[in-house]
């Protein structure tokens, strides 16, 4: 007879999966990547007592540690697209500084867009996108059309990118001159003042 191997076999099980468009699969509340090509594509789970693998027509294309923390992401990079991969130096701290060193309107959009996208990926594109316009329009521009957009409730980069592209940050904002903001009540007989009630 053989002898017994050094190491017990590993009991696992399998599981149908289909990765979603952000590229990771669920098992049980946890999120494990698969290369992003994959998105979409029927795969394999085999989960043991320490890993999960997925398998594609039966080759592995991708091993994680086994997880029980629900909610969570387990990412390898390798598996991320390119444009993804560009996030990771970046961090939202990181994005507020580049904002602030554009401009006070500039930093309130990238704020903007870490505290009110459901999925951070979205801000992360949002302020990369402001980069981009940056380097094509220059600081000045950007700032000016931050502001322009923030004044019409939409500190957004289709937005911000749409008022370049037009020139509209070159332009006075008409709502601001033609309804200023009032500091003190104009004067006029009905006009009572503070010490009437006194």
């Known amino acids: 007879m053989q002898p017994l191997p050094a190491e017990r076999m590993q009991i696992a099980t399998f599981k149908a ?3 979603n468009i952000d590229y990771h699969v669920d098992y049980k509340g946890h999120y494990y990547s698969v290369p992003h090509h994959l998105t979409g594509i029927p795969v394999e789970l085999r989960v043991s007592a320490t890993t999960l693998e997925v398998l594609h027509k039966n080759q592995r294309v991708a091993i994680h540690p086994l997880s029980t923390q629900v909610g969570a992401h ?6 991320m697209p390119a444009s993804h991969r560009e996030h ?3 961090t939202p701290a990181k994005l507020i500084a580049w904002g602030e060193r554009v401009g006070a309107a500039t930093a309130a959009v990238v704020r903007w867009q870490m505290e009110h996208r459901p999925h951070p990926e979205q801000g ?4 990369l996108g ?7 329009y220059v600081a000045e521009r950007l700032e000016a059309a931050c502001a ?5 409730r939409a500190p957004f980069y289709k937005s911000i990118s749409s008022i370049l592209a037009s020139g509209l940050d070159h332009q006075v ?14 004067e006029h007989d009905n006009v009572r003042g503070a010490e009437y009630y006194h």
């Open 17 to 19: 999966a289909r990765p």
């Open 74 to 79: 387990t990412t390898t990079p390798e598996h």
């Open 88 to 90: 990771l130096q970046w």
């Open 124 to 127: 992360y594109r949002s302020c």
């Open 130 to 136: 402001l980069m981009s316009l940056k380097r094509k």
């Open 148 to 152: 322009r957009a923030q004044s019409i």
């Open 173 to 186: 904002n008409l709502f601001e001159t033609e309804h200023p903001i009032q500091t003190r009540l104009p």
